[in-house]
């Protein structure tokens, strides 16, 4: 089943505005160790059937932290980047492996917290206000299942604890049916405009969520409110989610990936590139080629060949060729805003025109990636 699919008129628009090169403008997601794992056990977690099992999770625990010329490139990496998230689970870090978790207690300021969601919450509290300085907390998501289950009194004090030691930056509430949350979403939201954080309300597009719609609670639902920041970029089939890879990269210890389930499997793919030979220019076609490959493993998997998400991911495994020896970056395809870009410029690696970035040492320009048939 496939629900709120956005419309894809046209791939070949859709790629070079709002795909492309977009996963690199946002976060960088980080683990320190080679695979992400979290053991907080939410209901809502859709990827709770990927996790490397206890048993065999070892394998991927590295022996030791970044040190000398890894720790060196890492932070050059993290240089070409606003926000850098760690995505560890910090308190099974601190539990389990404290030589990893102390990697965290030296470099913690130079790293957000990335999202939470429901039981990742209380998880983190007592490590946040005892042991780790982070920037600030990017994301914590409640589904309205979780506060329902959960005192609503008990997710304030939890919040109030780590809002007095980092700032929480947005709040979301993901409206779900059957689900009658309309105090303690009140009280949620009175709280987060007390403390200045944001907050979204996000709809669980499933079975029943019509119904809900028709609420106009202001608490409950502010519907605009939510269809406003309703930003689906997947598709869902027999429970599996084909996501566009255009919000964020996954660097795994020393591997990148472009979707969370591959850095979470054991099984789904190995790493499109390693920080070992990071250059930030010959980077940017394997960002594109490790897209390209995830979107091909897709058009191999969903059967429901008239889905929109599968005719794009068909049009840009078909039509889109990535060029490793190019010399130019339309501006359509990197955000002009990011940081990579104009890390890219200050570093002198390439200079700005009017139609993109250029390597000036080479011409003519020849664009890193070329479209086959561009009349569709």
Known sequence: MA??????????????????????????????????????????????????????FYKYVPTSVPTGDQLKKLFEIFDYYDVVSTIDDLKYLKDNHPDLFNFYREYGERFSISSMTDNALFRHVEVIENDIKAKGITEISFSERFMKRVPIERILVALDRIQKKIQIQKIKIIIMPDCDNTESIRQLSDWAQQCGVELQKHLEFVAGIEAKLDQKDQYLLDLEDAKKHESTVYTEENGEIYPIHSEVLFLMNDGFYSELKSATSAHRSVPFASIHDFDPVEFLPK??????????????????????????????????RVNENFNFIPYML??????????????????????????????????IVSLIDISR
């Open 287 to 320: 960002v594109l080629a490790g897209k390209i490959k995830d979107y091909g493993r897709y058009v191999h998997q969903i059967k429901n060949k008239t889905n929109p998400y599968f005719l794009y991911f068909e049009y840009v495994t078909n039509k889109i």
């Open 334 to 367: 990197l955000n002009t805003r990011s940081r990579y870009y104009q890390q890219l410029i200050a570093s002198g690696k390439m200079v700005e025109t009017g139609k993109g970035l250029l390597n000036a040492k080479m011409s003519p320009a020849d664009p």
């Open 3 to 56: 629900i709120n699919i956005p419309k894809i008129e046209n791939p070949k628009d859709f790629f070079l505005f709002h795909d492309g090169l977009n996963n690199i403008s946002f976060d960088l997601d980080f683990c320190i160790t080679k695979k992400y794992r979290c053991r907080a056990n939410c209901h809502m977690c859709y990827i709770q059937n990927d996790w490397v099992d206890d048993e065999n």
